[in-house]
């Protein structure tokens, strides 16, 4: 939301307010209160709007907080003493017009810029209640290393929320969270996709996930083991703990230069909460089909440690049971109707949210020492899920890989004797998660602040397969097979530092600078030896590997690393007092890819106190990662035409057969990005923002064109030992050799006004429109990715969200809109293609303050139980929409949640 402060735009009106505030202190005179008990959140703007003044107040710290009722014709300083009394908020400062406040006692912080998820002091990181509007504002930390930078006064778009944003939906996950809010945050849902159903990919302003930096406390957090969508490799936002979140900022713009590679679409920067006191709560959902029953669980404590220290901790879980979207497919049916003595299944298959429960942990520390603070955090999180992947037939003639009979080799032995109805593998994962940070930060004389910090952060996924079988081996073969792990490892060590310079300008010149070493270690542990052995049974045409997803091999186990090394320069001047510009250049150099030099140039003018301009233009840069560069992977899918299983195997770009079949050695991505936009504010409440972009990528990462195989060329690959290469029918591999341009507009409206003097109301609508077009290189002779690219996603999304607040009750209604996108087959003999049309979805809830302590909400999401048009292009399979929407295909779901503050 947008600050309140009034400017007084000529000298008559400062030295008139001057005057006035000495003639008749604004604490002298008196007011009529009439406030009822209720939420410090609610309570304080609306006594700024009855008293007159300014309030300032460190919002994101006023949960759990609650004053009492207040009544009368009061003195405003008596009044306010009566309305904080029992709470832990006390004066900071007032002069007579502005009143700060803060928690007692008031956070240390030296505001140094590799720890910008932590309180700044007072003045900084406080929200504006206005007499005008009541509207609240908060000081931003990403982008931007001044200190005293808010929304309004930001050179780049920024998004603050808070933890209730991230709390007003029915997950418990990040990720989904911020489709919710964030119209320009898309995650797809992928079930039954090789792993992607578990590890989702998300997209911010239609780029790649691994082209969005995450941070958590201002530190970089690590990538997934997992290559998603396209070769993907980005950070896993699920296995971040939802209630250990005091809020997120995203900037929406590129700061490559700022933060360094990936950051091409933007920065999320999560901030762990340490606000003191004890918080929990419970959650129950259920999708209107009676599916999908998830619990959700957690627990937060924080203390104060000394002179403004704090020890935090939480806790989080949930358990969430499988959705089924499904209907028979056409081949089981015409197999049952053939062979009316056995029993199959109905459905074959499942196609929906897999079976998943998680386990995540959070702990967040600060220590003053002397004129020194010292600090860490640490997020732990463990899980598992299990989901279907595609029906095999039990035909010997139309499923010969894997029900066909070779007596010589197996004399006597048919795979209908094990599997009589034909068999649905299980895919799952169990995967661990860590990151800590530690470091030591202060400041030398009133002028400079320095960090110094560490981070090591680790993401291991185990992939098993369970009901399947490798053919191959006959009768030895297990059921059950270990696939393997693959692992991502990261150390990161960061010296930063900012001066403030007096230079005779506006303010103090802000200087920020720093060095960065990073190491990415990528590992892949080999599985069982069943899961990609070679079986005697190969030779008669017998399947080889774990039927479904062979496992990773001993020739494919190995390590693989990569160094890199970053110094950077960041300025930012206000030349007047409307006129402010910043600049950033950033030197990197990686191992493999030599060194880049990015950049980045904003500014921002204000027109009037209330409205301003901005601007800015940055070069950006990512670099492969070891796994995309190493790693190689064995895929099956089913063709909805012929309903054959394929198999598709992805080579390194370094295989000899890639490289003689066209493959490149992988480089690094660059990209340039442009952005204008305006920002405004009201003294009724409203304020907003709009702002264009446009992003050329080029060398952009993606995978090849899908090259059919040759005999020879099969066995080229059988003799190099890549596992299941016998069953290969194509391979493809990892390139970027093609470019992107991506143009969008955001547009963010946010209303927020008290009403019938005890209530509130605050209104929010967000609207993106995000256009990608490949611009050139391979893909252009590639039909298939070239649609996805430019039609997989909607181009245009709106969320709008109205809150009406009157104590004891909270009641909101969200609208969620996704325009029409297209999705593919992924058909080995030819690709189909569907439009879908927009979807709307609305939400509602209420939410019932039992007490100061206890709250419970009753909610729906998609409550009016719309899903989109079906996926007739995967009818055949069984599959009932689209698995790549991205959106919630599983129709509308109710839950209630108790929340707990002590």
């Given at each position: 939301m947008i600050v309140m402060i009034k400017?007084?735009?000529?000298?008559?009106?400062?030295?008139?307010?001057?005057?006035?505030?000495w003639a008749v202190p604004a604490w002298a005179q008196s007011a009529h209160f009439d406030l009822a008990a209720q939420p410090a959140v609610r309570s304080i703007p609306l006594f700024a709007q009855q008293a007159g003044i300014q309030i300032l107040a460190p919002t994101d710290q006023l949960d759990g907080i609650s004053t009492a009722a207040l009544q009368g014709d009061l003195d405003r300083q008596q009044a306010l003493a009566r309305l904080l009394k029992g709470t832990p908020l006390v004066v900071a400062s007032d002069d007579g017009h502005t009143v700060v406040l803060k928690l007692a006692p008031t956070p240390v912080s030296t505001g140094a810029p590799a720890r910008k998820a932590q309180a700044a002091p007072a003045p900084a990181e406080v929200q504006v209640a206005d007499a005008a509007g009541g509207s609240l504002d908060e000081v931003v930390v990403t982008g931007t290393r001044d200190r005293g930078r808010t929304q309004f006064t930001t050179m780049t778009p920024v998004d603050v929320l808070s933890a209730k944003d991230l709390q007003d939906g029915a997950s418990n996950q990040l990720l989904e969270n911020l489709t919710q809010v964030i119209p320009g945050f898309n995650v797809q849902k992928l079930p039954s996709s090789d792993g992607g159903q578990f590890i989702r990919p998300a997209h911010l302003r239609g780029l790649s996930p691994d082209q969005t930096l995450v941070l958590i406390n201002g530190?970089?957090?690590?990538?997934?083991?997992?290559?998603?969508?396209?070769?993907?490799?980005g950070p896993d936002l699920a296995q971040i703990p939802d209630f250990a979140i005091g809020r997120v900022e995203v900037l929406r713009d590129g700061a490559s230069a700022q933060y360094g590679s990936d950051a091409i679409a933007g920065v999320i920067n999560i901030q762990l909460?340490?606000?003191?006191?004890?918080?929990?709560?419970?959650?129950?959902?259920?999708?209107?089909?009676?599916?999908?029953?998830?619990?959700n669980g957690g627990l937060r404590g924080a203390t104060e440690i000394g002179d403004g220290g704090h020890l935090m901790a939480t806790a989080e879980w949930s358990d969430g049971t499988l959705t089924s979207r499904t209907h028979q497919r056409d081949d089981a049916k015409a197999f049952q109707a053939a062979n009316p003595q056995l029993t199959i299944a109905n459905p074959v298959q499942r196609w929906g949210r897999p079976d998943e429960s998680s386990y995540h942990y959070a702990v967040d520390g600060l220590l003053p020492v002397g004129a020194v603070e010292l600090y860490g955090f640490m997020t732990i999180a463990t899980g598992e899920g299990m989901n279907d992947i595609n029906w095999r037939i039990p035909d010997p003639k139309s499923n010969a890989s894997v029900y066909g009979l070779a007596p010589k080799v197996f004399p006597g032995w048919d795979l209908r004797s094990v599997y009589p109805d034909g068999f649905t593998p299980k895919e799952g994962i169990k995967y661990t998660d860590y990151q800590a940070a530690w470091g030591a930060r202060g400041h030398i004389g009133s002028d400079l602040d320095w960090d110094l910090s560490g981070t090591y952060g680790e993401n291991e996924s185990r992939f098993f397969l369970n009901n399947s079988i490798n053919a191959s081996l006959g009768p030895t073969?297990?059921?059950?097979?270990?696939?393997?792990?693959?692992?991502?490892?990261?150390?990161?060590?960061?010296?930063?530092?900012?001066?403030?310079?007096?230079?005779?300008?506006?303010?103090?010149l802000n200087i920020a600078f720093g060095a960065e070493r990073r190491l990415e270690i990528y590992t892949v542990e080999a599985g069982d030896t069943a899961s990609y052995q070679v079986g005697p049974g190969a030779a008669a045409g017998l399947a080889s590997g774990a039927n479904g997803f062979p496992g990773f091999s001993n020739l494919q186990a190995g390590s693989w690393y990569q160094t890199s090394y970053a110094g950077y320069l960041d300025m930012e001047a206000k030349l007047t007092p409307d006129w402010t510009v910043g600049a950033?250049?950033?030197?990197?150099?990686?191992?493999?890819?030599?060194?880049?030099?990015?950049?980045?140039?904003?500014?921002?003018?204000?027109?009037?106190?209330?409205?301003?301009?901005?601007a800015s233009y940055s070069t950006g840069f990512r670099a492969p990662t070891p796994g995309q560069i190493n790693s190689l992977s064995t895929?099956?899918?089913?063709?909805?035409?012929?309903?054959?299983?394929?198999?598709?195997?992805?080579?390194?770009?370094?295989?000899?057969?890639?490289?003689?079949?066209g493959a490149k050695p992988l480089s690094p991505e660059t990209s340039r990005n442009y952005s204008l936009g305006a920002v405004w504010r009201t003294d009724v409440g409203l304020s907003g923002s709009v702002d264009a972009y446009q992003v050329d990528v080029d060398h952009r990462f993606s995978s090849s064109p899908t090259i059919n195989l040759t005999a020879a060329q099969k066995a080229q690959l059988v003799a190099q030992g890549v596992p299941g290469a016998d069953n290969f029918t194509s391979v493809y591999w990892f390139t970027n050799d093609f470019n992107t341009r991506t143009q969008g507009l955001d547009v963010v409206l946010?209303?927020?006004?008290?009403?019938?003097?005890?209530?509130?109301?605050?209104?929010?609508?967000?609207?993106?429109?995000?256009?990608?077009?490949?611009?050139?290189?391979?893909?252009?002779?590639?039909?298939?990715?070239?649609?996805?690219?430019?039609?997989g996603l909607p181009k245009n999304n709106i969320t709008g969200s109205l809150t009406y607040s009157d104590n004891p009750f909270d009641y909101q209604v969200r609208v969620r809109y996704y325009g029409g996108w297209t999705d593919s087959s992924g058909n080995s003999t030819g690709d189909i293609f569907q439009t879908f049309d927009g979807i709307t979805f609305v939400d509602l809830s209420v939410t019932y303050h039992i007490t100061d302590n206890l709250a419970v909400k009753v909610a729906g999401e998609n409550i009016f139980d719309t899903y989109p048009a079906k996926a007739v292009y995967q009818a055949s399979r069984g599959i009932e929409y689209s698995r790549n929407a991205p959106y919630d295909t599983y129709g509308g779901r109710y839950y209630v949640r108790f929340n707990a503050a002590f």
């Open positions: 400017k007084y735009g000529s000298f008559f009106a400062l030295c008139s307010t001057a005057l006035m505030g530190k970089r957090f690590h990538r997934t083991a997992y290559l998603g969508t396209r070769g993907a490799q909460d340490d606000r003191p006191g004890v918080y929990g709560y419970m959650q129950g959902s259920q999708y209107y089909a009676g599916d999908g029953t998830t619990w073969s297990p059921y059950n097979f270990n696939l393997g792990t693959q692992r991502q490892d990261e150390f990161n060590l960061n010296a930063d530092g900012v001066y403030r310079l007096d230079a005779g300008l506006d303010e103090p950033a250049g950033r030197y990197e150099t990686y191992s493999g890819f030599g060194d880049k030099m990015t950049y980045k140039a904003s500014t921002r003018y204000e027109i009037t106190p209330d409205l301003a301009l901005r895929s099956q899918g089913l063709d909805t035409k012929t309903l054959q299983l394929f198999t598709s195997g992805r080579l390194s770009p370094d295989n000899p057969l890639a490289v003689a079949l946010d209303y927020t006004q008290p009403v019938f003097d005890t209530a509130r109301i605050d209104m929010k609508l967000a609207y993106n429109h995000n256009l990608t077009m490949v611009t050139g290189g391979s893909l252009n002779a590639n039909p298939t990715q070239k649609v996805l690219y430019e039609q």
